[in-house]
């Protein structure tokens, strides 16, 4: 097998790099909604970067990357779900 | 140790059952991640009041814990590089570093807790202006104190589980059990290790960002 030390050491600098452009972002005085696109987009791109150089996803077949990603519209379909309960005063 | 059993070549190319078992379970738990991030987001959108990012929680702590879990990724998978090559030493040393990246995670989160669970004047200066009373920040501080300690201890859990599965490994690779065609339970603890990052960066944002 090929050695990859190299991509895994820029792999984990580009997420160390993304995790400091979060950090300052909260403080940049962004718009609300254009700040919650830009810290999910970079908070995607980090789980990918993690999902496909460090677990090894991009090597793995198609048919095995489609089982694990299938989830996810199901926990979309779940946050639909609970939004009909957003009514109930959740005061305690 | 004996050979692990490959599934069909042309579904799942050369993982290993015990590898597609590690992924339907990362599977599993990250849904149950999702639920637990998805219900305190409903919790969250339906109060009445929610303290802005960083003004009760310590994000710069929190970023270095981040990085902490960046370098132990990098730290686990240059361990699975280093048996593949053969090099037995390299694989307990990486070992080492990836659990003491977790271990030094669990104490700067315990050391967080008890800096709320104590609590200060300055807290509960910080925590009037997020409109909550009292200087101690507790899982009962209302509904943005229960989903905080409920997806952060949820998380810790894996990151402690995880420490105590890679210390198993490290205790089989100092027996040098491990070889450059015997790697799948380096693998497969590798995996977990990754995922336990994975939804760090998820938490991390949710919790402590947005």
Known sequence: MEDHKKTYFWNAVWLAILTVIEVFAIDMGFPRTGLIVLLLSITVTKILLVAMVYMHLRYETKTLRRLIFLPIPLALYFLWGVMYDLAFDWTL | ?210
């Open chain 2, 1 to 210: 140790m004996d050979q692990a059993i490959t599934m069909n070549k042309t579904s799942f190319g050369t993982a290993t059952t015990g590898k597609l078992g590690m992924w339907l379970f990362i599977v599993m738990d990250g849904l149950t991640f999702g639920a637990i991030l998805i219900g305190g987001l409903g919790l969250r959108i339906g109060a009445e009041s929610w303290p802005a990012a960083g003004s009760v929680l310590n994000v710069p702590l929190t970023a270095f814990n981040t990085f902490l879990l960046i370098c132990s990724s990098f730290t686990m998978v240059m361990a699975l590089n280093s048996i593949l090559r053969g090099d037995q030493k390299g694989l307990v040393k990486y070992l080492i570093l990836t659990i003491a990246g977790g271990v030094l995670f669990l104490c700067v989160q315990v050391w967080e807790y008890s800096h709320f669970i104590i609590g200060s004047e300055h807290l509960e200066s910080i925590l009037k202006g997020a409109g909550f009373t009292g200087s101690q920040f507790l899982p009962t501080t209302g509904i943005y104190g229960s989903t905080f300690y409920a997806t952060t201890m949820f998380h810790g859990l894996h990151v402690l589980s995880g420490v105590i599965y890679l210390s198993i490994i490290l205790s089989m690779a100092l027996k040098e059990k491990f070889g450059p065609d015997n790697y799948d339970r380096v693998e497969i603890a590798g995996l977990f290790w990754h995922f336990i990052d994975l939804v760090w960066i998820l938490v991390f944002t949710v919790i402590y960002l947005i």
